[in-house]
């Protein structure tokens, strides 16, 4: 991690990490369940994929369980011959056992934890890297209906739910499943009759606490619920504090967080209430059985059909199977909310990309012309599926020039740069380059021949170098520095950043409208792409950043297929073409100088919109 001013926390607060922790954590727990577990076979695959941690795991998982049977039976010999043969020897040698025993469980359980939960993880690692790498594939259309928020919640709760599956319910699930039917087993064979009581018993113990035990949960949540309401109202409050004291209304603000307050002290109290009540009933209930269970045991020794080391072992063992049963019942739940997690990243996961590659894909010819065509191209967005964003619109664009997109707000100009690139595909129509057709070929290669600066570009957060490299990993840093240089970006990377290696900031927000627009150009430059897409910025920049960028531009442009989406009068001076759009359709084209002399929407949007730039 690097020691940036974001990553640096005083040492009396939560590090960034803890606080995304304790989001998760809390998100988690409102998370819904699914009664259908079969979701959860999804995992099968993940988990088959290391051997060595399953078979590891597995077999410390048995000798575990078996450890801990193990100490009952000791304890048994322990009684029955330690105190019958009673010489100081025998008394040693019986707990040199017990504590071998102990140690070996030691042993056993640390590895088993350590494989299971290693497992986990690794599990949880593959399943993240596996959502991620299907994510970022997927077209805009996805996130048009899936909000990225919701995505990145799955990445992050979800996965956390399973992980907390794989890695520690589940190995309780299994342990005390081995535990119980072992445990059962010995008991059936200590004694029929006890076994039978203690089977009569558990339902009786279990099944009130997990009555109450449930009604505790849903009054936490429903605590937890009041207090952020409170500390919502809080804040809302304290954000408003000029408006609240300049309307006097501090009393009223007062006197409504105390309410809010009350309300959420009443739903603790009743969960404390609900609490107490399951505590007192757990003890009673579980000291009474096994009380009633000591009494028949006690009683079947003295009448001598029972060792008093069997009955120890006995009691032992009903403790083990009974808290074996209270843990299974415990991790059901976990067990109920990871099969729906999987289920949510499951969905994930099957999401077919629209934008896929043919099953046998073409390749460009290897001297790239730069030629674009659009033919009779029909388009509606998936999301409105009744509306043509574009309608039979042709073109073509040949090698080297540069061509102006032009047109009215909602046009259609973003969408015919969203084609280009292949977030989608046409309804109907061809798009070719160099007489390629876009859907023969995969998304990558297409994409490959194309450079992008858009309007407000993403930078990432990382150096000046790190952000020019993104638009050709295989560049050299010599080759990154002769492009932020024709991109006029070197002056304020040396200066104001201080060096190609110093960090812009968090997404480089810091960076002025023309500073990263500049920045982007040369990343776009850097890639060194046949076709070059401008979206040019609509909001002003200042004079000398508006010179800057527009040289950029200019260099950016030549010797270069070109399609700009332009707003501003130097730019389309200076197309060989311009394309007018309107409603989706092209109306116009032609170089400016014909288009105004047509008297058309062009003259009519020159006049409009490039016009008091000539005053300017
Ligand atoms: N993701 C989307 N889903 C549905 N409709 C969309 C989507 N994006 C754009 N549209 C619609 O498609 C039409 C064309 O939009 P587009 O963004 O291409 O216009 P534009 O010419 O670039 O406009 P502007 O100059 O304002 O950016 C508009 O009617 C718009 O509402």
Redesign the pocket.
Known sequence: MTDTAANRVSPDRPSRGALQAELIAEAATKRGRSSDLRPLLRLIPYIQRRPIDVAAAAIFLILAAAATLALPVAARALVDRGFATATPEAVNQWFLLLVGVALSMAIFAASRFYFVTKLGERVVADLRADVYDRLIGLS?SYF?RVRTGEALSRLTVDATLIDSLVGSSASIAIRNLVMLAGGLSMMVVTSFKLTLMVLLIIPLVLVPLFTIGRRVRNLSTSAQDRIAEAAAEASESLDAIETVQAFGRVDYVRGRFRQAIEISFTAARRRIAARSVMTALAISIVFSGISFVLWEGTRSVLEGNMTPGALTQFVILSLLAGSGVGALAEVWGDIQKAAGATQRLSEILDEVPDIAAPLQPKCFPTESLGWVRFKDVTFA?P??SD?N?LIGVSFEVRPGQTVAIV?P????????FRLLLRYYDPSSGVITLDSVDARDLGPDSWRDRFAYVSQNPDLFTGTAMDNILFGNPYATPKMAQEAARRAEAEPFILSRLGGYDQAIGDRGRALSGGERQRLAIARALVRDAPILLLDEATSALDAENERLVQKAFDEAMTNRTTLV?AHRLATVQRADWIIV?DK?QVVEQGTHYDLVAKGGLYAHLAKLQFEPQMFA
């Open positions: 805009p048009a967005y999301s409105d509306r964003a047109g707000s909602g046009a259609g100009k973003s969408t015919l989406i759009l989706g």
